[in-house]
């Protein structure tokens, strides 16, 4: 209320578009992994794809030091096994990356 017995409001609406391109190079939606935690293997499974693709795999430290890759073919639904059993126990992150598509995951070894 102001000095003079009058009230005053006011209205801000904020909008926000997501319109960088991030989604057109994404496959975070198609790649599953686990287990998550784990204890040095994990299981990759690509969903919704029509045909086995060819993926690259780099797991890196929380320093971004790659720590080890991997070149697979995964066919549509069926895991395939990722052996990083040598790993130190802590944080570590997957890229994976099919063509011009990435994504990245966090894994967790016990």
Sequence with gaps: ???NGCN???????IFVFCVGINETDISDFVYLYP?????????????????QKVELKLFNPAGQL??????TI??????SINFENAVTGVYYL????????????????
């Design 75 to 80: 066919t549509p639904g069926v895991p395939e």
């Design 8 to 14: 005053e409001t006011d209205q801000i609406d904020i």
């Design 36 to 52: 998550n935690p784990n204890y040095g293997t994990v299981f990759i499974q690509l969903n919704n794809i029509q045909s086995a």
């Design 67 to 72: 720590i080890q890759t991997w070149d697979k």
């Design 95 to 110: 890229q994976v990356s099919s063509g011009q598509k990435t994504s990245f995951h966090k894994l967790i070894c016990n």
């Design 1 to 3: 209320m102001t000095d």
